[in-house]
């Protein structure tokens, strides 16, 4: 069984100097295909070098919307940091809107999730995307701004109503291990709906971590107890589930 683990963080500070084992437990649980996901410049180039490294691990450069409040961000360094390393860089993430908090600018963070479909457009890669309290102006901007090669909804969060949107519009769901917490009930029923083409897993590691393993920090290696709960959900065995969205994975990344 080759499960794919469609988002996560390997440079993040709680993983100390402990990515060798964090990336071999993965692979010791059958976790053949990573991508691991930058924020910012700086997290951008540390993906691209931590790809080059490990067997496996692939990345997604891009500008996170909390870093987009401010008027003018320099967004340049994501063409010249793809046209270098083509052969790990596999989308633009994680990019979008996020109105939690204080000191959102909502203009100034959709002229960006905007100009980098755009750059994603140029460069002819998917993007994956993270919204957080933004369902409306999400779908605006995606129905408005065509991403060619597809985008993802990363731990999707929000209602099953949005999630008919999503797919009415041809993107993929991902779903992570909030769907095994005791509370789950909308991710369930949005996990049914999903059609099994367009549904992806993921840990968004080192955070959310599934159950039985909830409040630990969370690695690779832990997306089958998510792919678990929604072979069950779904009725099917975990191993045609895994099947299906590694494939699905592969095939969203343009991995062979
Ligand atoms: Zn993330």
């Known amino acids: 069984m080759t499960l794919f683990d469609?988002?996560?963080?390997?440079?993040d500070d709680k993983y100390g100097n402990e990515q060798?084992?964090?990336i071999k437990n993965a692979h010791?649980?059958?976790v053949k295909y990573m991508v691991d996901i930058g924020l910012d410049e700086e997290t951008s180039k540390i993906v691209i070098e931590q790809a080059n490294k490990y067997e496996g691990l692939y990345c997604a450069i891009g500008m996170y919307p909390e870093y987009c409040n401010g008027d003018e961000i320099d967004l340049s360094f994501i063409e010249k940091l793809y046209n270098e390393n083509q052969n790990v860089v596999v989308a633009l993430g994680e990019i979008g809107l996020d109105y939690h908090g204080d000191d959102v600018n909502k203009e100034n963070q959709k002229k960006h999730f905007i100009r980098q479909i755009e750059i994603a457009n140029k460069l002819n890669l998917p993007i994956c995307i993270h919204n957080r309290e933004a369902d409306m102006d999400m779908l605006e901007i995606l129905k408005s701004h065509k991403?060619?090669?597809?985008?993802?909804?990363?731990?999707?969060?929000s209602s099953l109503e949005i999630a008919k949107e999503i797919i009415k519009l041809g993107g993929y769901i991902s779903i992570a291990g909030p769907v095994t917490?005791?509370?789950?009930?909308?991710?369930i029923d949005?996990?049914?709906?999903?059609?099994l083409d367009k549904l992806l897993i993921e840990t968004d590691a080192p955070y959310l971590c599934p159950e039985p393993l909830r409040g630990r920090r969370n690695e690779?290696?832990?997306?089958?107890?998510?792919?678990?709960?929604?072979?069950?959900i779904k009725e099917m065995s975990l191993e045609e589930f895994v099947h299906n969205t590694t494939e699905n994975a592969k095939h969203f990344y343009n991995i062979t």
Do not use: W
Request: charged share 20%; aromatic share 14%; glycine share 4%.
């Open 190 to 195: 949005i996990a049914k709906f999903v059609p």
């Open 28 to 30: 010791d649980n059958g």
């Open 20 to 22: 060798d084992e964090i």
């Open 6 to 11: 469609s988002h996560f963080h390997l440079y």
């Open 181 to 187: 917490f005791k509370n789950a009930r909308s991710l």
């Open 220 to 232: 690779p290696a832990n997306v089958r107890f998510t792919a678990q709960k929604i072979a069950d």
């Open 147 to 157: 991403v060619n090669k597809g985008f993802v909804m990363h731990c999707f969060s």
